[in-house]
């Protein structure tokens, strides 16, 4: 049984026992009320006073049932209590050694500092990719919402240096700063790229102007919540159906066409090809929508004989499993037998 339940019972058991004590001493001894709930608490704590009158055989009986009852029932309250207090504490102490461990090995991972109505939105999508991530966070009511989520996290202040080395900023792939406060989110950008000078840092802007600053401090890219939401919701007037696409191609739970941005590293069998010798498209099944060359120029539409160098991210459309294939694909070298495989393919 829970200690928890084990101790409202005590306590009911308790209450029910000075009920009938007082009871008891008024009924065999005739006293008053005061002086047999007095005599009821002092029997029960064994305190060893001075009985209030003199008993009765009858009320020594009385008093040596009561003395028994009560001290058991104290006994078990106590032993209920340090119970609860002893494994409380343990559990805090292990589960935040567990925790604090679990971030160390991190590597790779966002840190997100700030779990509002926006962080918990990221998240939401971070779990549903399969990404890593640890979520920093001052509250103490969020903290106890972020328990019951589930969700890697710690305690403290996103601006100090410390707090963020214990996050592993050092090893972490990036940073998103969603802290509601846009004097904060600048101030969190600065330390972040003090520790971590190649650090990818995402923060969300409120304020008018506030982009400006976060892009001064470090920040990589500046997202303004109200800007976006507010163009989604004219863009839902204009041109619903171009919207209901794009929810469909880039939301987590739509499972029969993704959109996603795939890196071609340098080692890739198909860097230096062109799409359509690479048979992307016709091996794969996936759409080329753009192509991210490596040195920040997007090429929207690309034409078929467009060259696939090392360092670019391809923009494609397709099944899921059919982008899954492609990621695969392009980690390989040309000496790799499925790579072989596919160009005979298509061929």
């Not at 002092?42 to 028994?68: A, C, N, P, Q, R």
């Not at 100090?160 to 998103?176: R, S, V, Y």
Request: neutral net charge; aromatic residues 6%.
């Amino acid at each position: 049984m829970d200690p928890v339940r084990h101790l409202k019972i005590s306590v009911f058991v308790l209450l029910l026992l000075v009920t009938v004590g007082t009871g008891g001493f008024m009924v065999i001894e005739k006293w008053n009320f005061l002086d047999a709930l007095y005599m009821t608490v002092i029997t029960m704590g064994t305190v060893g006073f001075k009985e209030v009158h003199d008993l009765s055989d009858g009320g020594k009986m009385f008093t040596m049932g009561m003395i028994v009852v009560g001290v058991s029932v104290l006994g078990y309250i106590v032993g209920s209590l340090a119970q609860i207090m002893f494994e409380g504490q343990i559990q805090r102490i292990m589960g935040r050694k567990r925790v604090e461990k679990m971030i160390d090995s991190l590597n790779g991972h966002y840190i997100i500092c700030g779990f509002g109505r926006i962080g918990s939105l990221i998240c939401k999508e971070f779990k549903a990719n399969g990404l890593q991530f640890v979520i920093v966070e001052k509250s103490v009511e969020t903290l106890e919402k972020l328990d019951e989520e589930g969700y890697l996290h710690m305690r403290g202040d996103a601006t100090m240096d410390e707090t963020l080395l214990k996050a592993g900023i050092k090893k972490a792939k990036g940073l998103i700063s969603v802290v509601t406060s846009d004097t904060e989110n600048v101030y969190i950008t600065l330390t972040a790229r003090g520790l971590n000078p190649d650090l990818y840092i995402l923060a969300r802007s409120g304020e008018e102007g506030s982009d400006i600053k976060l892009m001064r401090a470090g920040a990589n890219k500046v997202v303004s919540p109200y800007i976006i939401g507010g163009s989604r919701m004219a863009q839902s007037v204009l041109r619903p159906n171009v919207v209901d696409f794009i929810e469909i191609a880039t939301g987590s739970e739509h499972l029969d066409l993704q959109m996603e941005e795939i890196g071609i590293p340098g080692h890739s069998a198909f860097a230096g090809e062109t799409l359509i010798s690479s048979g992307f498209r016709k091996g794969v099944g996936v759409i080329i929508v753009g192509i991210k060359k490596s040195h920040g120029k997007m090429v929207f539409n690309p034409h078929p004989q467009a060259i696939i160098d090392g360092g670019d991210t391809l923009i494609v459309l397709g099944e899921p499993s059919s982008i899954a294939r492609l990621k695969d694909l392009v980690e390989r070298t040309a000496f790799d037998s499925v790579v072989k495989n596919h160009r005979k393919e298509n061929q």
